[in-house]
């Protein structure tokens, strides 16, 4: 349950899917609908706000993250949040790999 999500109250209310949006280049707008709506259909956004705040997190403080590795390197979502720096649709990886 989100309540128990350890992580300020602005990331806890914060419209995740309008965040990403803002952010996604018009061009991919489909593949991060796509993948969106397999987050939602799994009840995952809260995982994405808490994501949102530990990669905000880990950038604030100077604290440095690997560049990705095993299926999540293949969610456009999680590289538009930050949380690895491999452009899936540049290598033409299926997300689906991830959520399986």
Same mark, same amino acid.
């Given at each position: 349950?989100?309540?128990d999500w350890? #992580?300020?109250?602005? $990331?806890?209310? #914060?419209?995740? &899917?309008? =965040? ?5 280049p ?8 796509? &993948?969106?709506?397999a987050?939602?259909?799994?009840? #995952? =956004?809260? @995982?994405?706000?808490? @994501?949102? $705040? =530990? ?10 993250w ?6 999540s ?23 689906? &790999?991830?959520?399986r």
């Amino acid at each position: 349950m989100q309540a128990d999500w350890q #992580m300020p109250n602005e $990331y806890k209310t #914060m419209d995740i &899917e309008n =965040f990403l949006v803002s952010i996604c280049p018009k061009e991919n707008y489909q593949r991060l609908v796509d &993948e969106l709506e397999a987050f939602k259909s799994r009840n #995952m =956004f809260d @995982l994405l706000r808490w @994501l949102k $705040y =530990f990669v905000d997190t880990c950038e604030k403080d100077g604290v440095v993250w690997g560049v990705g590795r095993g299926s999540s390197v293949a969610s456009y979502v999680l590289f538009l949040l930050g949380v690895h720096s491999v452009d899936s649709i540049k290598y033409n990886l299926d997300w689906q &790999e991830f959520l399986r």
